[in-house]
C-alpha cells in the first residue's frame, strides 16, 4: 500500500506516453463494507493482474491489460471514434506517472491493514468525541 502525491504536467505529456490510460481498465467500485465484500474484493486482488486504488474517497478496481485499439507506436486506431472515457481522461490527471491515487491497495494483507487503520482511526477519533462531550457536560 502506497501514499502518493500527484505531479504538475500538461497536455503535452500525452504526445511523449506510453499510453498508460490504454492499458489498465479501471473500474468505480463501492468501498467495501460487509465481510462477504471484504472477502470478495481481497480474492480479486490476489491475482497479480488485478489491485485497488483510492482517489479523493472513491474506490476503483484495476485490471492490467491492454486495449485492443492500442496500435503500433502507442497510438490509438480509432482516436476519432474513442469513448467519451477516452477523451475526458487527461493530465495531469491520469496514470502517466503512476500518482493519481492517494492509496494502492495490491494484496489482501494490504486491503485488510488499510481496513484496520481506517477502523483504528474511527475509534480514537469517537474517544476523542466523547471526552468532549463529558467535559462539556461537567462544565454545565
Ligand atoms: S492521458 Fe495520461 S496516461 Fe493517457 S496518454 Fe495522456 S499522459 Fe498518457
Ligand atoms: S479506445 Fe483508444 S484512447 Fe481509448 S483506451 Fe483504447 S486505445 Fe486508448
Known amino acids: 500500500m502506497k501514499k502518493q502525491k500527484a505531479k504538475k504536467t500538461t497536455h503535452d505529456d500525452c504526445h511523449r506516453c506510453p499510453a498508460a490510460c490504454c492499458r489498465d481498465l479501471a473500474m468505480a467500485i463501492g468501498k467495501p463494507s460487509t465481510k462477504a465484500e471484504i472477502e470478495d474484493l481481497k480474492w480479486q486482488v490476489r491475482f497479480n493482474t488485478v489491485d485497488v486504488f483510492i482517489k479523493s474517497h472513491h474506490w476503483y478496481l484495476r485490471v492490467k491489460g491492454r486495449c485492443i485499439y492500442l496500435g503500433r507506436r502507442?497510438?490509438?486506431?480509432?482516436?476519432?471514434?474513442?469513448?467519451?472515457?477516452?477523451?475526458?481522461?487527461?493530465?495531469?490527471?491520469?496514470?502517466?506517472?503512476?500518482?493519481?491515487?492517494?492509496?494502492?491497495?495490491?494484496?489482501?494483507?494490504?486491503?485488510?491493514?488499510?481496513?484496520?487503520?481506517?477502523?483504528?482511526?474511527?475509534?480514537?477519533?469517537?474517544?476523542?468525541?466523547?471526552?468532549?462531550?463529558?467535559?462539556?457536560?461537567?462544565?454545565?
Open 74 to 140: 502507442n497510438m490509438c486506431k480509432i482516436y476519432e471514434k474513442r469513448p467519451l472515457k477516452c477523451r475526458l481522461h487527461r493530465p495531469p490527471d491520469c496514470e502517466r506517472f503512476g500518482e493519481y491515487h492517494e492509496v494502492l491497495i495490491k494484496t489482501p494483507e494490504q486491503l485488510q491493514e488499510y481496513l484496520d487503520s481506517k477502523k483504528k482511526r474511527k475509534r480514537a477519533i469517537e474517544k476523542i468525541f466523547d471526552a468532549g462531550k463529558k467535559i462539556q457536560r461537567i462544565k454545565f
